[in-house]
């Protein structure tokens, strides 16, 4: 939105892409749900798979930061283990010394490469 215009981020913030809800929402609801009626609609099934609410999280990040895509996950670990499938043999990872101790478990004995 905005045509080019450059806005500042916290104008951005409200700019969300609400798209077509059916009760005229001027924010983006949040779906607290597991499932999804199918029968009327083929783009979410289970919310781990994909939610209204998570995608429009992801939008509007990708838009404060420029970028073409942003992802949102359920959990540390999931962003971890996403983060870890991008890392080559030698690469590194740089974590904060209080993380989550699956995180560091998972790090220093199940990836950690010597």
Same mark, same amino acid.
């Given at each position: 939105? &905005? &045509? ?14 609400? &798209? ?5 929402? #001027? !924010?983006?609801? @949040? ?19 994909? !939610? ?13 930061? &420029? ?28 974590? #904060?010394?209080? @993380? ?15």
């Amino acid at each position: 939105s &905005g &045509g080019g215009r450059r806005y500042r981020p916290e104008t951005l913030v409200t700019l969300a892409d609400v &798209g077509k809800d059916p009760f005229g929402s #001027s !924010n983006v609801p @949040i779906y607290q749900t597991a499932t999804f009626d199918c029968r009327h609609q083929d783009a979410y099934d289970y919310t781990r798979s994909g !939610n209204p609410t998570r995608h429009a999280l992801e939008a509007a990040a990708a838009r404060l930061e &420029g970028a073409e895509r942003s992802f949102a996950f359920t959990s540390g670990m999931a962003a971890l283990s996403a983060t870890l499938r991008l890392c080559k043999p030698g690469d590194w990872v740089l974590a #904060s010394g209080d @993380i989550y101790g699956g995180m560091h478990r998972q790090l220093m004995h199940c990836t950690r490469q010597s």
